[in-house]
């Protein structure tokens, strides 16, 4: 059975929030298997979004990135079509 951990996940910088906020110095962590925690990632940002990592693989602030909620990082509804 495969473990849950916690996964970060990164954006580009064309990728904004619903109300336009850029992501592209942002990462958002959530939990799961990693089956799981890219199924959720897909379920709130379709393909819209960068890589995912392991939690720790690497240091945010080595590149001023910072965390944000996952119920921020909703697809504009302009973007949803695409999806």
Known sequence: METKEAYMFTFGTNHVTEDGMSLGSC???IEGTYDEAR???FHLRG???SMQ????EFNPQD???RLVPT???GIP???QEAI
């Open 27 to 29: 990462y958002v962590v």
């Open 39 to 41: 199924k959720k990632m």
């Open 47 to 49: 393909e819209k979004w």
């Open 53 to 56: 990592y392991e939690y720790g």
């Open 63 to 65: 590149y001023n990135m």
């Open 71 to 73: 119920d921020i990082i």
């Open 77 to 79: 509804k302009t973007m």
